[in-house]
């Protein structure tokens, strides 16, 4: 395999998000194999249309923007497409919908498109409707119009490949998906241990800079702030704990339509001396505060696909509290605690749990089949295959 495109609405160029940050360590894992990589994504501001980061080729197309897909977007990426071929390019990987266009009218059939899927249009309606806003509803209705498009579509790849098994489900037993779609492989999103791992020095650093102490118990939850991601739910479990432990901190990293919000509930309720607000960090930062914790803790209410920040926790070390749903999605190791977000007294004790799982001197460890080597090379596996077919 020489050539890989990767199509791509956003990279972390654009902003840091998890979605974006897969795309990315894909892409750069391909070229520390040998493999020539280009990203065609959305305009990046400040950079030209064709620019390198990272060893990574980046095709921006022009009069598109990173939020929303477009007729600028799919015609975009249809002419760097045929551009592509020209230039040697062997397989397409398509993040979500980003290579829709190319899968339904791709002029080279000869060259196979790959859909990586993060979710289904499907999942994300049940997701609005688990804790739903005027806007999530109306939102959702444009979820039921992709479930319509995700049906015309899914056929049109070479093959598909879901970062859980929950998505794959979603996809398969969907009554809506009445067409035949391209055969399924779960392959779970890569975590770089390079990036994500014990670093005691990481922690006595941030530790110190954070103004705690050695007493100090911290609990860390990494999310958009967002209400579905469920942090107010975890700043009501923290008040009653804070009530018998008054040396644990909570520290929240992320930014989110919710921050407001959030801000006034912990100053509402007298918390802000306990509670830390980072807003959103580098990858090199979130995993400094994850060095800093204790457990880690995401009550998400969402129908998750493969969480990138419980898995780099449970690379970081940390016992992990969360929902029911997100604990199905990755595999079972000693220091996972699951709860129901809703239920305060038992995200209490689940959390307490897990720190007397690392006051213990116990560590989560993170799977073979979730670290970024492994999915690197399932992946060469799956594209060197279809070139084949």
């Not at 239920?343 to 799982?357: E, I, M, P």
């Amino acid at each position: 395999m020489k050539h890989v495109a990767f199509f791509s609405r956003a990279i972390p160029l654009h902003g840091i998000g998890g979605m974006e940050r897969v795309t990315w360590d894909l892409a750069c894992a391909f070229v520390r194999r040998g493999v020539m990589v280009t990203v065609v994504t959305s305009a990046v501001e400040g950079q030209p249309a064709y620019f390198e980061s990272d060893g990574v080729r980046v095709t921006a197309i022009h009069g598109t923007t990173h939020n929303r897909y477009s007729k600028a977007f799919w015609s975009g990426s249809l002419q760097a497409f045929d551009v592509l071929v020209k230039q040697g390019m062997e397989a397409a990987i398509g993040v979500s919908a980003g290579a829709r266009a190319i899968a339904l009218h791709r002029p080279n059939r000869h060259v196979p498109v790959l859909m990586q899927a993060h979710g289904s249009s499907i999942g994300e309606f049940i997701s609005k409707w688990r804790k739903p806003t005027a806007k999530s509803m109306l939102g959702s209705l444009r979820n039921l119009l992709w479930i319509s498009k995700d049906n015309h579509v899914l056929s049109r790849y070479d093959a598909i490949v879901s970062i859980s098994a929950a998505v794959k489900e979603q996809i398969e037993r969907s009554a809506f998906l009445a067409k035949k779609h391209a055969p399924i492989e779960v392959v779970a999103n890569g975590i770089d241990d390079r990036v994500f791992h014990i670093s005691r020095a990481a922690r006595e650093e941030v530790r110190h800079r954070m103004g705690f102490d050695s007493t100090s118990k911290v609990i860390v939850s990494v999310s958009r702030l967002h209400r579905q991601k469920g942090t107010e739910e975890l700043l009501t479990a923290f008040e009653r704990m804070i009530r018998f432990n008054p040396c644990l901190r909570l520290v929240i990293v992320g930014d989110g339509p919710d921050r407001a919000a959030l801000d006034a509930f912990v100053s509402r309720r007298r918390l802000a001396a306990q509670v830390t607000f980072t807003g959103a960090l580098t990858r090199d930062g979130v995993a400094h505060v994850l060095s800093a914790a204790d457990t880690f803790c995401f009550l998400t209410r969402r129908v998750e696909g493969n969480p990138l920040n419980m898995m780099e926790a449970l690379a970081s070390g940390l016992p992990l509290v969360v929902s029911h749903g997100a604990l199905n999605s990755i595999p079972s190791v000693e220091g996972l605690f699951g709860v129901d977000p809703t239920d305060t007294t038992q995200v209490k004790s689940a959390l307490d749990a897990a720190l007397k799982f690392a006051a213990d001197g116990k560590r989560t460890e993170l799977p073979d089949s979730l670290h970024l080597d492994t999915c690197v090379s399932e992946y060469l596996r799956i594209v060197e295959g279809m070139t084949r077919r």
